[in-house]
Nanobody
Framework: QVQLVESGGGLVQAGGSLRLSCTASGRTNSIYLMGWFRQAPGKEREFVGRIYWNSGDTDYADSVKGRFTISRDNAKSTEYLEMNNLKPEDTAVYYC??????????WGQGTQVTVSS
């Protein structure tokens, strides 16, 4: 089993920045990728971005490209989501996800990000 704990959410004004962290514990061997999703009230959960654990390659949803950056610290089994130039439409619960090489996906509990206009 893998446990994921997110931190760093909060309230920020439009144009501001936040950094989210997600630390994995438990059986953290064979990580294929870690990623971020978000879910706004009344909407479906959507993909934000991901990082491939071995290569460090990243890709992002078009809505956050150029504003959000994902990085990782392999030794700490931690990924980060740096969010800049935040917009009110970025308001959501942000979820961390981890996918193992064998295709199993784990989810964090979510952290609230609220961007005021």
């Amino acid at each position: 089993q893998v446990q994921l704990v997110e931190s760093g959410g909060g309230l920020v004004q439009a144009g501001g920045s936040l950094r989210l962290s997600c630390t994995a514990s438990g059986r953290t061997n064979s990580i294929y990728l870690m990623g971020w999703f978000r879910q706004a009230p009344g909407k479906e959960r959507e993909f934000v971005g991901r990082i491939y654990w071995n290569s460090g390659d990243t890709d992002y949803a078009d809505s956050v490209k150029g504003r959000f950056t994902i990085s990782r610290d392999n030794a700490k089994s931690t990924e980060y989501l740096e969010m800049n130039n935040l917009k009110p439409e970025d308001t959501a619960v942000y979820y961390c996800a981890l996918e193992k090489m064998i295709g199993i996906r784990y989810w964090g509990q979510g952290t609230q990000v609220t961007v005021s206009s």
